[in-house]
Structure formats: structure tokens, C-alpha cells
Nanobody, 127 residues
Framework: QVQLVESGGGSVQAGDSLRLSCAASGRTDSRDAESWFRQAPGKEREIVAGISWSGTRFYYADSVKDRFTIYREDAKNTMYLQMNNLKPEDTAIYFC????????????????????WGQGTQVTVSS
């Protein structure tokens, strides 16, 4: 497994930006698809964005397309989620996750395919 630690959450106003970070340690041979999930109170956990281990394929939930960007700095073993134009409905606990993958272009969307999870970071957006 990979150890993941998120940071960068906070409380902001609608329209503001935040950047979440996910630092990885342990299994850092870079053959992991990595994603950001979020869970709002009373709702199921959902995938927000993902990046394949090759770094060439991406997934974005419809609700965040054109507002959020996922990217990775392999030299720092860190993944990021740049969140712009935040909306109150983006309020949730955000988790990063990693999935060992044989397919360099795959981005799993099912949270059951991820074997490593961070502890989560709270993002609160007020109107």
C-alpha cells in the first residue's frame, strides 16, 4: 500500500479557489492511478477527478469539469487538485486514493478499486 496525506482544505467563499495536495510515500514506483474522491454529509463518496499512472489520461466528474484540474509532480510524489470557482455544493471531505494498476492508461472510477486512502481534508464553501 501507499501512505497518502492530504492537505490544503479550508473554508472559502463561493467563487474562490483552493489547491489540495496529496503526498505519497511507501509504494512510490509511480504505477498507481490516483484520484480525488469527496463525500458530503449524508451522501455517498463520489469520484471527483483521476489521473492514470502514465499521467496521460484523466477523468473528471461532470460537476467539476472546467473548474477543477488534477495533476501530479512525480519528483515530489505529490498529486494536486486545483479547484477554481468553488461552489457551495463542492463542500465535502476530500480524499485522495491510489490504485495499483497494470494499465498505464486506466483511471478507475469505482472506489472499490483503490487500495490506499488518505485521511481526508475538509473543504467548506459558503455562499
Amino acid at each position: 500500500q501507499v501512505q497518502l496525506v492530504e492537505s490544503g482544505g479550508g473554508s472559502v467563499q463561493a467563487g474562490d479557489s483552493l489547491r489540495l495536495s496529496c503526498a505519497a510515500s511507501g509504494r512510490t514506483d509511480s504505477r498507481d492511478a490516483e484520484s480525488w474522491f469527496r463525500q458530503a454529509p449524508g451522501k455517498e463518496r463520489e469520484i471527483v477527478a483521476g489521473i492514470s499512472w502514465s499521467g496521460t489520461r484523466f477523468y473528471y466528474a461532470d460537476s467539476v469539469k472546467d473548474r477543477f484540474t488534477i495533476y501530479r509532480e512525480d519528483a515530489k510524489n505529490t498529486m494536486y487538485l486545483q479547484m477554481n470557482n468553488l461552489k457551495p455544493e463542492d463542500t465535502a471531505i476530500y480524499f485522495c486514493a491510489a490504485a495499483a494498476s497494470r494499465d498505464p492508461w486506466a483511471v478507475p472510477v469505482d472506489d472499490g478499486e483503490y487500495d490506499s486512502w488518505g485521511q481526508g481534508t475538509q473543504v467548506t464553501v459558503s455562499s
